[in-house]
């Protein structure tokens, strides 16, 4: 057996394709909601569970997906956790109905959170402490390109071979990832003993589940009763019991290896930090979440030109990323990047909720994009700095864990917070809509066209592209001018309800943004400057929200010696 050498570069570009995957799946997916829904016909509940199952499956994982590749081995965990995404992925394509598809986008949640974690625990053993800056740049590079890529090859895929596409792209690329780690990435056997928290896995597994449920499905049934007993303020009361018991479960074992570790957050900046990506998470995905519907189902765009629309967002970060990460960035305290960041961000999209109406040009939300793609450039990246600044080093993976799995749990309630909102005014707003507009049809037709608008929340809502939101089918014998009318007036009423609708819904997560703002001023300025290699370091995934469980740091060669035949 001979050994050679693998540059850590190589190894660097394998680990980062199969984090780019998972990170590019958080958008990818958003772009083409209105397609998924014609080809599945699946209603607005339905699609927020697409998008939660994933978020769901990867945050409750995360940290035991790390403390399980200290058993087993990074490598490994790595290569199964990039094959199960992608036969999620296939799943995920080959999907006939939604319950299907909800499925396999939380079987792709758990194959990310199986191979996040292990990058950095591979890169920090083959990067030697005086090398990392830049592969950490890379990693956030990375970041940016997933949030940027996402819409537009989500985009471009569902206009020209089909939404099933968005999954079926993983394949090649899967495949292509897992045979490269399993022929130059070290084998690294850390055999660290671990106790995982199986119970606190269960336990907060089933809070998040309730509280998810009882914000995504409370409109389809009124916010009253389910079935039997169960009602919605009971789902979410049990789920509200679950989080304070798997908190109180957590206070018994902070003496064992706990799934949350209280010991992080006596760090006033680790904890203020926190906040601020928990609200990024909520933001981003309550921002994207109607504006994709928006530029689809109202202004009637293809899902190309909706993506290219978006990428404004992404590319105006680049140009602060740059700023708040370079040599000049470097030099200033980072908090002061934060608060303006936070601030632009929201009134970016303060700006797109004041201008959206039902007839808006295509870049009419322009300026708010480019406005909040140049506060976010201002969090990603001064955000880690102040959260590590002060932690303790024998913290930092622990760290790691913590703050990505709030990150993503951030995620999760803000879809189904924004959602449940969203589907609450658009019920109000169609039926006030589409009394308005039935003045303008023959007496006869007027009450079963109201209805039609009215039945459409417990009947689930669709939002798919050209979508009318009604179930109203004009009656026969009419003249083919006067059914497109009927239906141009269905369509009208629909347009105008989401409107009315999303207004209101962007205010939730602007309110966020401002409170972390505002939280931003308790930060600790900075007291000490110690070099890189005594302080703690967060392992970051760039702007899409994907941290790996650190381990301790080992300086290596330049280069690792992988043996072969």
Known sequence: MTKRAINPWVILVILAMGLFMTLLDLTIVNIAIPSIVDGVHATLDQVLWMLNGYSLGYSVLLITSGRLGDIVGPRRLFIGGMLWFTAASVFSGLAQNPDMLIAGRALQGVGAALLAPQTMAILLTVFPVERRAPMFAVYGVLGGLAVATGPTLGGLLTTYVGWRWIFFVNVPIGIAVAVAALRLVPDIRPGRRHRLDLPGVALVSGALFCLVFGLIEGQRYSWGTVAGFLSIPLI?????????AFIAYQATRQKGEPLLPFEVFKDRNFTLMTLVLCTMGFAIVGLFLPLTIYYQSVLGLSAIAAGLTIVVMPGAMFFTTGFANGPVGQKMDPKFFLMPGLLLLAAGVSFIAWSAQADSSRWAFVPGLVASGLGMGFIFGPVFRVATRDLKPHLAGVASGVIATLQEMGAVIGSAGVGALLQ???????HNSAVTAAAQMPAQYRSGFVSSFSNAASQGLEVGVGQTGSSFTPPPGISASAVQQIQALSHSVFGNAFVDAMKP??????????????????????RVLRPQAEGAELAVGGAGGIWGEASPSVDQPRSVSIPTE
């Open 424 to 430: 609450n005014r658009l019920a109000l707003a169609l």
């Open 505 to 526: 819904t962007l205010i939730l997560p602007i309110a966020v943004l401002v409170v972390a703002a505002l939280a931003t001023t308790a930060v600790r300025r900075r």
């Open 236 to 244: 979410l009361g049990v789920g509200a019991a679950l989080i304070v």
